[in-house]
Each structure stands twice: as structure tokens, then as C-alpha cells.
């Protein structure tokens, strides 16, 4: 099994819609969470960090539900700007471990 | 805003040659690292360095590989003997003291010919 594992897309999504990513890790020992965002051969971006408590930056709601061992990632009214590859990662022992990404395109 | 520096963008190379790849990490921090990223694939880990030794390293770091931090701002990885397979783009990566957050690099795209 992944240790960390997304569907890879794409998902194309018209312009201002709301679309959801969600992610599954394997390992219960992983200690953060954190949704980077990658251009086509660019390098890995932090977008954000990922909380139990569920945390909201702009348009960006990030959930941790270590229970389950889910993450999601809700972007609300889409531009065509997010267009991109949407990359879960999971920490443990600082090194970071990442899923195959998800692609978004957002479409005019 | 800082960011991590990384040299040359591009590097080819004849199998069997030695490569060192440059970083110049976001200055305050402490934790430095390289991942890498074969065409198509996922982003992995390589190594992580920490109060100048390493700290942990993949099954993929092997004795071909080493990493150095040669003065205050540089960190450098080397690979000894390049095989095709090594064809890749290597990140280089920093974070702060207190954080588990990394702060990527542009990459160098490496090519074994």
C-alpha cells in the first residue's frame, strides 16, 4: 500500500467552482500534514499546513482527520490561476513523504 | 521574502562522471535537504542534514551519494559515478528550527547521457 495516496485526476473544473481533494496516509506515525501545490516541472510550493482543527487560508480549507488517516482540501470559487498539481504530504521524523498529486485544470 | 537558491538549473552529463549539485538554503534555517523527482513520478526523499551530519537518508542515498555543507551557506550534493537512471530533478530543501514545514528550491534537472 502507499504510504500516501491520492487520486491523480485530472479534475476540470469551470471557473468559481468549488472542487475537493482528498488524500489517505498509511503510516500512523506521520506527525504533520501539508498540501503543496506544483506548476508543471517547477518545484514543490507550500500552500498549507494541515490541523485536526481544520484550518482556512482565503479560499483554502485544509482537514486532518487522523482517525480515519484522511486529508482533504476544499478550494472554493476556482481561478484559472489554481490550475495545477495539488501534491499531499505527510511528515514524519522531518522527512516528508509525498503522494502522486492531484491535477486541477480550471476552465474559461 | 528568502527562498532557496539552487545551481546549475541544468546539468548534463556523461554516465560515470561525478555531479555536485548547489543549494543555498533560506539563511536562518537549520534543517537542509534533497529530494528528487524522476519525470512522471512522484517527489522522494533522499537525505536530510542537520548540525552538520546527517540525520536520515533513503534507501535511494546510496555510497554514490553524499551531501556537505563546505561553509555557512552552501549545502551541496554529489553523486560519484552517474548512472542513466539517475536522470532526474533534484530539489534541494530548508526548514526553520521549531517548524516541520520545507521550503523548496527551483531544482536542478540533471541529465545522464
Known amino acids: 500500500r502507499k504510504e500516501v495516496e491520492q487520486d491523480p485526476g485530472p479534475f476540470n473544473v469551470p471557473e468559481g467552482a468549488t472542487v475537493a481533494f482528498n488524500c489517505t496516509y498509511s503510516n500512523s506515525a506521520s506527525q504533520s500534514f501539508f498540501w503543496y501545490r506544483q506548476d508543471c516541472r517547477k518545484e514543490p510550493k507550500l500552500l498549507m499546513s494541515?490541523?485536526?482543527s481544520g484550518n482556512e487560508d482565503g479560499r483554502f480549507t485544509a482537514q486532518l482527520n487522523r482517525a480515519s488517516q484522511y486529508i482533504s482540501l476544499l478550494i472554493r470559487d476556482s481561478k484559472l490561476s489554481d490550475s495545477a498539481t495539488y501534491l499531499c504530504v505527510a511528515e514524519r521524523g522531518n522527512k516528508l513523504t509525498f503522494g502522486t498529486g492531484t491535477q486541477l485544470k480550471v476552465e474559461l | 521574502e528568502p527562498e532557496v537558491t539552487q545551481t546549475p538549473s541544468h546539468q548534463v552529463t556523461q554516465m560515470g562522471q561525478e555531479v555536485i549539485l548547489r543549494c543555498v538554503p533560506i539563511?536562518?534555517?537549520?534543517?537542509f535537504y534533497w529530494y528528487r523527482q524522476i519525470l512522471g513520478q512522484k517527489v522522494e526523499f533522499l537525505v536530510s542534514?542537520?548540525?552538520?551530519?546527517?540525520?536520515?537518508k533513503s534507501e535511494i542515498f546510496d555510497d554514490q551519494f553524499s551531501v556537505e555543507r563546505p561553509d555557512g551557506s552552501n549545502f551541496t550534493l554529489k553523486i560519484r559515478s552517474t548512472k542513466l537512471e539517475d536522470s532526474a530533478m533534484y530539489f534541494c530543501a530548508s526548514g526553520p528550527v521549531l517548524s516541520y514545514e520545507q521550503y523548496f528550491g527551483p531544482g536542478t534537472r540533471l541529465t545522464v547521457t
Open positions: 539563511s536562518n534555517h537549520l534543517y
Open positions: 542534514f542537520y548540525n552538520n551530519e546527517i540525520s536520515e
Open positions: 494541515v490541523y485536526s
